[in-house]
């Protein structure tokens, strides 16, 4: 957290405290969304952008902004050959969640924050802007992001033409009952702070980095497993895995989706993830080309590791003792 110099903008209460949405492209059935009470995801005024700017400027972004050809914000995209294309203000893709009250630690943009990680369509927050004060007679204002990952979620955007996303209403729903979910969760019966805030820090990583891979798939088998037996064949890591996301994928909606690995069957894919895994954990080199040719490549890979925890740790939420007797089991 920084305190700033006061800032020359003035905004109505209710608009000047404030989280920076980054992938945005539109909302696609209304103008604003109610996340949860009071917290408002809408397009960001004159004001905040101003605001975003300044503390973008003071960040120091990666190269992806582009300074001579303005923010990533006000640009084309996907990015067409050539010249970089400047959009008319009308077009830029500021997005922000409001709130009343100046709060530096507010507990529900945090839980909105752990949401947006968790369901199929992600929100990606890059900082949170409050202001407090009179202090001296002067108005301040205060930052909190997490740098390493605003700089790699941004990097990873230059090279996926998917970064900015429209979301609809039930994309929105999701992200508010997730949200939830996690405010009325008992850890006494399923431990999950620990799962949830594990997939948010890997955003903090390089997104090409194989320690992604493998921090996903240790929270999966954090929830999923327990301590193997060494004298039963039938209770290893790897099986428990298989035949208790087997499971869980008749229960949940959507199911993990397998087309992208030429229509093999769910455990011979994950049969090849773990030999996948392995090779990543002891530094090997994977071949896509031959032993692990079902995978196609790591970033098939990675994707399906990352579907797979989400729905895992989303399902813990809604039902969390099911999930706690399937670890047992």
């Known amino acids: ?74 640009q084309a995209w996907p ?47 890059g900082f949170h802007v409050f202001h407090h004060g009179p202090v001296g007679g002067v108005r301040g204002r205060g930052t909190l992001h997490t740098p390493d990952l605003l700089y790699h979620v941004l990097h990873a955007a230059e090279h996926n033409d998917r970064f900015f996303t429209e979301f609809s209403a039930p994309d929105l729903e999701a992200i508010a009952r997730t949200a939830a979910l996690i405010e009325r969760h ?72 397998y087309s992208s690995f030429d229509a093999a069957r769910a455990d011979t894919v994950w049969t090849k993830m773990y030999k996948y895994r392995s090779c990543v954990a002891h530094g090997g080199r994977p071949d896509f080309g031959r032993d692990l040719a079902v995978l196609r490549s790591d970033q098939h890979a990675l994707a399906l590791i990352k579907e797979t925890v989400k729905a895992v740790v989303r399902q813990a939420l809604a039902e969390p003792q099911l999930l706690a007797d399937l670890h047992d089991c």
Not at 85 to 110: C, S
Not at 112 to 125: D, F, G, K, R, V
């Open 1 to 74: 957290m920084r305190d700033n110099e006061a800032v020359p903008v003035d905004l109505p209460e209710g608009e000047d405290n404030f989280a920076f949405v980054m992938n945005v492209w539109r909302l696609t059935d209304n103008d604003s969304y109610e996340l949860a009470p009071d917290h408002l995801l809408k397009r960001a005024n004159a004001g905040q952008i101003a605001l975003i700017k300044q503390e973008l400027t003071r960040i120091g972004p990666p190269p992806v902004f582009q300074w001579d050809a303005g923010f990533l914000w006000e």
């Open 79 to 125: 990015r067409p050959e050539g010249p970089v294309q400047r959009l008319p203000p009308e077009e830029w893709r500021y997005f922000v969640i409001t709130w009343p009250g100046a709060l530096a630690t507010n507990d529900t943009i945090l839980r909105i924050q752990s949401a947006a990680s968790l369901t199929p369509a992600e929100l990606e927050i």
């Open 186 to 257: 008992d850890d006494q019966t399923l431990s999950l702070r620990g799962p949830i805030g594990q997939i948010h820090q890997l955003k903090a990583l390089p997104h090409n980095s194989p320690l992604r891979f493998l921090g996903y798939f240790a929270v999966l088998e954090s929830i999923l497993t327990h301590s193997p037996d060494p004298t039963d064949p039938y209770d290893s890591i790897t099986r428990q895995v298989k035949s208790k996301i087997a499971l869980l994928d008749h229960r949940w909606r959507p199911a993990i989706d």
